[in-house]
């Protein structure tokens, strides 16, 4: 399943499946992107991270593209597990101050076993 | 390792009433930050310490006052609460300034009527 973030911010995927999960950044200038996942009555927990000079960066389950061309960030999550159902927020760093982070809105992942 | 510690994790206070949230890490960070989140929402921030001694405002810090009592502490303070600043507050830190995930705590509830 794929979601475009902000025209559709929830995403339903089955068991299994691979999740894309996507986020459109505000400034070209950003040169530092993370991924953070948030479960019900938690904070948000860091998930992975990339820096403008790469375009890709794999974890363990997640990978992360990143398209500076469209200002584009994605998640992918392979083999989806009930575990996973969370929101997913996108944050950039802010080019002017770099102490602070500019987040997206979040995607709800729901995860149907 | 406790990591970023808040409390009190649940807060009802009455429109008017002053009240302070507390935050602390053990990490031994350098930047601390508290935010705001409201439903469906991402994150604002309020306020930010970029080091000991220093704090600064973020997006939305009308209403609100901190303190960053030392390197592990850093307080938020309501002086009259406002129905609008019912949230869900959270603090975060960051080792250093540049480029790194911040970390977060589990939050305060906070409901103000």
């Known amino acids: 399943g794929e979601s475009v973030g902000l025209h559709l911010p929830t995403l339903s995927v089955q068991e299994g499946d691979n999740s894309i999960i996507n986020c459109a950044y505000s400034?070209?200038?950003?040169?530092?992107f993370i991924w953070y996942k948030q479960e019900s009555g938690k904070g948000p927990q860091f998930i992975i991270d990339?820096?403008?000079n790469m375009d890709k960066r794999q974890g363990q389950r997640v990978t992360v593209l990143l398209n500076k061309t469209v200002k584009h960030l994605s998640l992918q999550i392979a083999a989806t597990q009930p575990g996973d159902s969370a929101v997913y927020f996108c944050?950039?760093?802010?080019?002017?101050?770099?102490?602070?982070?500019?987040w997206g809105l979040g995607t709800s992942l729901a995860v149907n076993p | 390792n406790a990591g970023v510690t808040q409390t009190p994790k649940f807060q009802v206070l009455k429109t008017g009433q002053s009240m302070t949230l507390q935050c602390a890490q053990d990490?031994?960070?350098?930047?601390m930050y508290w935010y705001r989140q409201d439903p469906g929402m991402g994150l604002r921030l309020i306020y930010y310490s970029a080091s000991e001694g220093t704090t600064d405002k973020g997006e939305v810090p009308n209403g609100y006052n901190v303190s960053r009592l030392n390197k592990r502490e850093f307080s938020l303070r309501l002086e009259s609460a406002a129905p609008s600043q019912t949230s869900v507050y959270f603090c975060?830190?960051?080792?250093?300034?540049?480029?790194?995930?911040?970390?977060f705590g589990d939050g305060t509830r906070l409901s103000i009527l």
């Open positions: 975060a830190s960051i080792e250093q300034a540049l480029n790194q995930p911040q970390h």
């Open positions: 944050a950039e760093n802010d080019a002017g101050n770099n102490r602070k982070l500019i």
């Open positions: 990339i820096r403008s």
């Open positions: 400034n070209s200038a950003s040169d530092y």
């Open positions: 990490m031994n960070h350098n930047s």
